[in-house]
């Protein structure tokens, strides 16, 4: 359903990717993975539309959507949750999720059944603060926010960076919950997370995939991912 092949991406002059190469079928749940400033926020961005590459192709269930605006590419059911978990800290969870569903026309109560059956705790926070939820339900509304619409392919950077481990316990749930319902592509540099979730998993290093796995066993073993960091 996503096929990204040979793109290069620069910031000005600095070339950051190089040659990227990646599928992505439908259901399945694949992870980047790799230490800062490897690029993997980089080719988030330029799938979401974002940022333009130099050169290459992007296909989405079969259309180039190299130079499609990003919130068009949204519309087309690319949906992405960026790094810096900012939601509207002074509107009411039930308010951040009105702003989202209102430019796809969708029902805000369709909107919130949707949230909820990934993280049913949600329906106690409706009339609090977004500001005042914690990391991981700040993540979790943001994950919420890209399900309204018909998400076909979901782009989630660095889930559980900066949650303590109980936290992370949540997120897990709710990625597990999203499992096979539509296509992930999730940044995370958290091992134990890519080993329990993966059905694949691509390995970044100064802006180059360096290495691609897709056996369950090789990906569950966390020393065999380190190798590649
Ligand atoms: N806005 C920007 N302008 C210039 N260089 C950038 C910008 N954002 C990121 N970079 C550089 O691009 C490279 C990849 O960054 P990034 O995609 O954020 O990596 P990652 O998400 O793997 O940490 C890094 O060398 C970073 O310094
Ligand atoms: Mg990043």
Redesign the pocket.
């Known amino acids: 359903m996503l096929s990204v092949a040979n793109i290069d991406v620069s910031?000005?002059h600095?070339k950051?990717?190089h040659n990227i190469e990646m599928q992505i079928s439908k259901g399945e749940m694949v992870f980047i993975t790799?230490?800062?400033?490897?690029?993997?926020?980089?080719?988030l961005?330029t799938i979401a539309g974002f940022m333009k590459p130099d050169s290459g192709t992007i296909e989405f269930e079969g259309k180039n959507i190299i130079g499609i605006p990003p919130e068009r590419v949204a519309l087309l059911g690319v949906r992405y949750v960026f790094?810096d978990k900012r939601v509207f800290s002074n509107l009411t969870v039930r308010e951040n999720l009105e702003v989202a569903a209102y430019p796809v026309k969708e029902k805000i109560t369709d909107a919130i059944e949707k949230v909820i059956s990934i993280y049913p705790k949600i329906e106690k926070f409706l009339n609090m603060r977004a500001g005042s939820l914690s990391g991981g339900q700040r993540q979790i509304l943001l994950i919420g926010r890209a399900l309204i619409g018909k998400p076909k392919l979901l782009l989630i950077?660095?889930p559980t960076e900066g949650l303590a481990a109980g936290t992370i316990n949540d997120i897990l749930n709710v990625l597990s919950k999203m499992k096979g319902t539509f296509s992930l592509l999730i940044?995370e540099q958290n091992l134990s997370v890519v080993g329990m979730l993966a059905d694949r998993v691509y390995m970044?290093k100064e802006?180059k995939i360096i290495k691609e796995m897709a056996d369950k066993k090789e990906i569950n073993n966390k020393e065999n991912l380190e190798k590649y960091l």
């Open positions: 910031y000005g600095a950051v990717l790799g230490r800062n400033g490897a690029g993997k926020t980089t080719l961005k790094q950077d660095e940044v970044m802006g």
